[in-house]
């Protein structure tokens, strides 16, 4: 069965329209969200994307319903993993706490453009070349195993070098000005340190999304379900980040079990490409049906299972801990006292995300 013309139509209007009207309300309030709003927004957007899937559901069929619920569920494990290191690119900066907010969401939108370019070279490479799935299978066990030899070993971020050339060829002032990306100072136009740290979200974001796209198009060859599962998992995960705050360390078991979840998704797209018996200097050939195929329905169990189970064991672990206040609160006191986003912010960040958030963060 299609999908029907409208409903991508519809789909598509509806969520621009969210995001824009999510972007003018941080835009005209700048604050630091309290527990209690951030859970309200998070459960907004959870249960939205409940609700499309059972769109989905009384519009198509029960496959695409699955298959958007475990692209979902998958791309939304990897976006809370991310969280890591957005918490890390804020303390490096030295971002002002009630412009957090601001960064994340301008930073989100950057990112599902260039997630959206990805995904439409992803799906037309796959209807051209289905033996990729070769490529990608083997690509997601391999990370899987770095996730598990490089558990324990603290998050590092290092600029990568397109953000290193924007350093060069922009004129940055040394402070932030608010929210603000673009300033006149000494009667020059100037860019604010806030330009670097949104660039700096949306293309880190674009690297995570090299490892989260293959592994959604091995639950769903969809283009349109890829992309909205992607939407969902990102909309309301600049909440998340506040909600979470130190809870993230606390998730100790999460990347094994992100590991168990991508080398899974990656034997399954290898299985479907011995499935398809088609190889680039073979030509033509028959499939293999004595070769399995994971349905989709047992993807989405094992899925949802392995994220609940790393979730209940992590907590069980962690009993008793308190979540430290170095996750996206640590930079609360550096930013009252030091000059904001300068040399000093960042340095001093960056001295207490080590030394409050390495021993939660040991486990991973």
Same mark, same amino acid.
């Given at each position: 069965?299609e999908l029907?013309?409208?409903?991508?139509?519809?789909t598509?209007?509806?969520?621009t329209?969210l995001?824009?009207?999510d972007?003018?309300?941080?835009a005209?309030?700048?604050?630091?969200p309290?527990?209690?709003?951030?859970?309200?927004w998070?459960s907004?957007?959870?249960?939205l994307?409940?609700?499309?899937?059972?769109?989905?559901?009384?519009?198509t069929?029960g496959?695409?319903?699955?298959?958007?619920?475990?692209?979902?569920?998958?791309?939304?494990s990897?976006?809370?993993?991310?969280l890591?290191v957005?918490v890390i690119?804020?303390a490096?900066?030295?971002?002002?706490?009630?412009f957090?907010q601001?960064a994340?969401?301008?930073?989100i939108i950057?990112?599902l453009?260039?997630?959206?370019?990805?995904?439409l070279l992803?799906?037309?490479?796959?209807e051209?070349?289905?033996?990729?799935?070769?490529?990608?299978?083997?690509?997601?066990i391999?990370?899987?195993?770095?996730l598990?030899?490089?558990?324990?070993e603290?998050e590092?971020?290092?600029e990568?070098?397109?953000?290193?050339?924007m350093?060069?060829?922009?004129p940055?002032?040394?402070?932030?000005?608010?929210?603000?990306?673009?300033?006149?100072?000494?009667?020059?136009?100037?860019?604010?340190?806030?330009? *670097?740290v949104?660039?700096? %979200?949306?293309?880190t974001?674009?690297?995570?999304a $090299?490892? +989260?796209? =293959?592994? !959604?198009?091995?639950?769903t060859r969809?283009?349109?379900?890829?992309f909205?599962?992607?939407v969902?998992?990102?909309?309301?995960l600049r909440?998340?980040?506040?909600?979470?705050g130190?809870?993230?360390?606390?998730?100790?078991y999460?990347?094994l079990?992100?590991?168990?979840i991508?080398?899974?998704?990656g034997?399954k797209l290898?299985?479907?490409? *011995?499935?398809?018996n088609? %190889?680039?200097?073979?030509?033509h050939?028959e499939? $293999?049906? +004595?070769? =399995?195929? !994971?349905p989709?329905?047992?993807?989405?169990?094992?899925i949802?299972?392995?994220?609940?189970?790393?979730?209940?064991?992590?907590?069980?672990?962690?009993?008793g801990?308190l979540a430290?206040?170095?996750?996206?609160?640590?930079?609360r006191?550096?930013?009252?006292?030091?000059?904001?986003?300068?040399?000093?912010?960042?340095?001093?960040?960056?001295s207490?995300?080590?030394?409050?958030?390495?021993?939660g963060r040991?486990?991973?």
């Amino acid at each position: 069965m299609e999908l029907p013309v409208w409903f991508e139509v519809a789909t598509f209007v509806g969520l621009t329209v969210l995001l824009l009207a999510d972007l003018a309300i941080v835009a005209r309030r700048p604050h630091e969200p309290s527990i209690k709003e951030a859970s309200l927004w998070v459960s907004f957007y959870v249960g939205l994307a409940l609700v499309f899937g059972l769109l989905m559901l009384a519009f198509t069929n029960g496959t695409y319903a699955t298959e958007f619920y475990a692209g979902w569920l998958t791309e939304y494990s990897l976006s809370v993993d991310n969280l890591f290191v957005f918490v890390i690119i804020m303390a490096r900066f030295g971002v002002p706490r009630k412009f957090q907010q601001e960064a994340l969401m301008i930073g989100i939108i950057i990112a599902l453009v260039l997630r959206g370019i990805f995904i439409l070279l992803g799906a037309v490479v796959i209807e051209r070349f289905v033996w990729v799935f070769y490529v990608f299978g083997a690509f997601l066990i391999y990370t899987a195993i770095n996730l598990v030899r490089h558990r324990g070993e603290d998050e590092e971020y290092e600029e990568n070098a397109f953000i290193r050339r924007m350093r060069k060829v922009l004129p940055i002032t040394k402070d932030f000005h608010g929210a603000k990306i673009r300033v006149t100072e000494g009667g020059r136009k100037m860019w604010t340190p806030m330009i *670097v740290v949104i660039l700096a %979200l949306g293309t880190t974001d674009l690297i995570f999304a $090299l490892d +989260s796209i =293959p592994a !959604i198009f091995g639950l769903t060859r969809e283009p349109f379900i890829v992309f909205t599962a992607n939407v969902f998992a990102l909309m309301g995960l600049r909440q998340l980040y506040f909600l979470l705050g130190g809870l993230l360390q606390r998730l100790v078991y999460l990347s094994l079990g992100l590991a168990v979840i991508l080398a899974f998704i990656g034997v399954k797209l290898i299985l479907e490409a *011995v499935h398809e018996n088609q %190889l680039p200097f073979a030509g033509h050939r028959e499939p $293999l049906e +004595s070769v =399995p195929e !994971i349905p989709i329905w047992l993807s989405l169990t094992i899925i949802l299972g392995v994220l609940v189970l790393a979730t209940v064991a992590s907590l069980l672990k962690t009993r008793g801990q308190l979540a430290s206040p170095g996750a996206p609160s640590v930079d609360r006191e550096t930013a009252e006292s030091v000059p904001t986003g300068g040399p000093e912010a960042a340095a001093a960040a960056e001295s207490r995300i080590a030394e409050e958030s390495s021993e939660g963060r040991a486990g991973r």
